[in-house]
């Protein structure tokens, strides 16, 4: 299924958790930051889309990133001696999920502008909207949750390496016209591999919609609702509302809160973002 699919802190959310279609949360990086969930309380009139399931067979997934650092320094003292020296530094970080069939949960329909209005309107969502620093904040809706059947294998590898190389030459003591040198190199590495199997039934990815107000330019939307919202404050109305599928542009344009995150490509079309490791 395309789209931008983002994956929890861990793999400990089933289907009966926080993490299912239609809940409301304050931000893409805190799934169990639950605003509202669709059906009870105050949001029970809120109308959802109807959902649909689809199962993909033996889904494995990788994503890896590494970096490379490197120092070159060459020095030349004319009829003295030359010298030459380099460093290297490289860290990789791999995380692979092995095969399990994936369940597919999302709605059939886009949220409609009535819909998005009812959510907006919600006294937990609409403080949360009303409470930012630079202007009105997102909300994020879950509309999409890829289910791994069965217990599958996380296992994730940290590796580093260091080379150091230096090399120089000079002029012999004699009078022979030639350079004597020497040359030297050191390398080291070190790997580290940690594996677990997770329950089966756990949420391994979910996707969000946003609601946000327009902003300034052009936007790229799914649609707009002309009457926006209402603030309680004699009815007076905002903005209009925008939904749009979550991505790593839109959240990218998030200005309330910076989140350290990566992203890897994972298929055709489909993208995959995840919260860094905490130093």
């Given at each position: 299924?395309?789209?931008?699919?983002?994956?929890?802190?861990?793999?400990?959310?089933?289907?009966?958790?926080?993490?299912?279609?239609?809940?409301?949360?304050?931000?893409?990086?805190?799934?169990?930051?639950?605003?509202?969930?669709?059906g009870s309380g105050n949001s029970s009139a809120v109308a959802l889309p109807a959902a649909?399931?689809?199962?993909?067979?033996?889904r494995a997934f990788n994503r890896s990133k590494s970096r490379s650092d490197s120092v070159g320094l060459w020095a030349k003292f004319e009829g003295l001696a030359s010298a030459s020296a380099s460093t290297e530094a490289g860290t990789s970080r791999?995380?692979?999920?092995?095969?399990?069939?994936?369940?597919?949960?999302?709605f059939v329909d886009p949220l409609m502008p009535d819909t998005v209005s009812a959510i907006a309107n919600l006294p937990a969502v609409q403080k949360q909207i009303n409470s930012g620093v630079f202007g009105k904040r997102a909300v994020y809706v879950v509309t999409g949750l890829r289910i791994a059947t069965s217990s599958f294998t996380v296992t994730k590898e940290d590796s580093?390496?260091?080379s150091v190389e230096a090399e120089g030459s000079g002029p012999p003591s004699?009078?022979?016209?030639?350079?004597?040198?020497?040359?030297?190199?050191?390398?080291?590495?070190?790997?580290?591999?940690?594996s677990y199997d997770?329950?089966?039934?756990?949420?391994?990815?979910?996707?969000?919609?946003?609601?946000?107000?327009r902003r300034a330019g052009v936007e790229t939307e799914l649609f707009s609702h002309a009457s926006g919202f209402l603030t309680g404050e004699g009815g007076k109305k905002e903005d209009p509302l925008v939904v749009v599928d979550a991505t790593k542009e839109e959240i990218d344009?998030?200005?309330?809160?910076?989140?350290?995150?990566?992203?890897?490509?994972?298929?055709?079309?489909?993208?995959?973002?995840?919260?860094?490791?905490?130093?």
């Open positions: 299924m395309p789209g931008t699919w983002f994956l929890p802190a861990d793999f400990t959310f089933t289907t009966e958790g926080p993490l299912r279609l239609g809940m409301v949360i304050s931000h893409w990086s805190r799934p169990t930051t639950v605003l509202a969930e669709m649909k399931t689809i199962v993909e067979r033996n791999t995380t692979d999920y092995s095969k399990t069939d994936h369940e597919i949960r999302s580093s390496n260091f004699g009078t022979i016209p030639a350079e004597v040198g020497g040359r030297i190199k050191h390398e080291s590495g070190k790997t580290a591999t940690d997770t329950a089966p039934g756990i949420v391994f990815a979910y996707q969000l919609n946003v609601i946000r107000t344009e998030d200005l309330e809160e910076e989140v350290e995150y990566d992203s890897a490509e994972i298929g055709e079309d489909e993208t995959c973002i995840y919260l860094l490791p905490k130093a």
